[in-house]
């Protein structure tokens, strides 16, 4: 770990429970050690149905989900997921490689609250969490 990766890995951040929607092995194990490492509790799904299922048996606090996933896509796994929860809805987060206009607007029509194109910077991605929790948990 270099000195500026230090700076931005704070286990003072309230762990929040994030459900990571990855199907390629290496992208999903990289942002489960970067939540690890920030202190939250990362759990990883390889497609949107395994996503579905995860999320109804412990419901996340945030959803990195890839919109290319096999079974059940980001878009259909986003609207999914707001029609199962109890009155508590996860932040969902598109971290995707597809950034067109039309991705965008697909994922704001699904109910995703924001949209992240691959490779995403750890930074932002800490700051977005970093945030969320002072909104949600002050």
Known sequence: MSAG??????????P??????EDEADA???LAELLRREGHEPIIARNGLEALDLAGRAP????????????LDGYRLA???QAQVDGRRPLLV????RGADLDRACSAA????LH?????????LLSLLRRFCDTVRP
């Open 5 to 14: 990766q230090e700076q931005y890995w704070n286990t003072a951040v309230q």
């Open 16 to 21: 929040l429970r994030v459900l990571v929607a």
């Open 94 to 97: 598109a971290v995707t490689g």
């Open 110 to 113: 699904a109910g995703v609250d």
């Open 28 to 30: 999903a194990a990289a």
């Open 79 to 81: 609207e999914r997921l």
């Open 60 to 71: 996340p606090d945030v959803v990195l989900l890839d919109i290319g996933l096999p079974g």
């Open 116 to 124: 992240l194109v691959k490779p995403v910077d750890p930074h932002q």
